[in-house]
Nanobody, 122 residues
Framework: QVQLVESGGGVVQAGASLRLSCEASLRPFGGHAMAWFRQAPGREREFVTGITWNHITTYADPVKDRFTISRDNARNTVYLQMNSLKPEDTAVYYC????????????????WGQGTQVTVSS
């Protein structure tokens, strides 16, 4: 059974940084694209960023130049470095995986983690 386990969320003030991690039990991990989505209260889940097996990245406009996605295929882990956090970044952040390329559609992704809460206070 595939498991994606996120960690690293928390409560921070605006302008601070956080690093999220997602460890996946996928085999082979390197054969999957990985992504981070987020869902704020009362809103739909939205794409944040994704990374292909060969490290090509895609970012949503609101997080460009502030967030960085990376992956360590030897550790079966994907990371999300979040800098200059804003109150509007407050959401549950989900890790996702799929066999093909990165897409921004939630329905295209096959595997999901349970989510980790990120709260940014002003």
């Amino acid at each position: 059974q595939v498991q994606l386990v996120e960690s690293g969320g928390g409560v921070v003030q605006a302008g601070a940084s956080l690093r999220l991690s997602c460890e996946a039990s996928l085999r082979p991990f390197g054969g999957h694209a990985m992504a981070w989505f987020r869902q704020a209260p009362g809103r739909e889940r939205e794409f944040v960023t994704g990374i292909t097996w060969n490290h090509i990245t895609t970012y949503a406009d609101p997080v460009k130049d502030r967030f960085t996605i990376s992956r360590d295929n030897a550790r079966n882990t994907v990371y999300l470095q979040m800098n200059s956090l804003k109150p509007e970044d407050t959401a549950v952040y989900y890790c996702a995986a799929r066999r093909m390329s990165v897409t921004t559609r939630t329905s295209d992704w096959d595997y999901w983690g349970q989510g980790t809460q990120v709260t940014v206070s002003s």
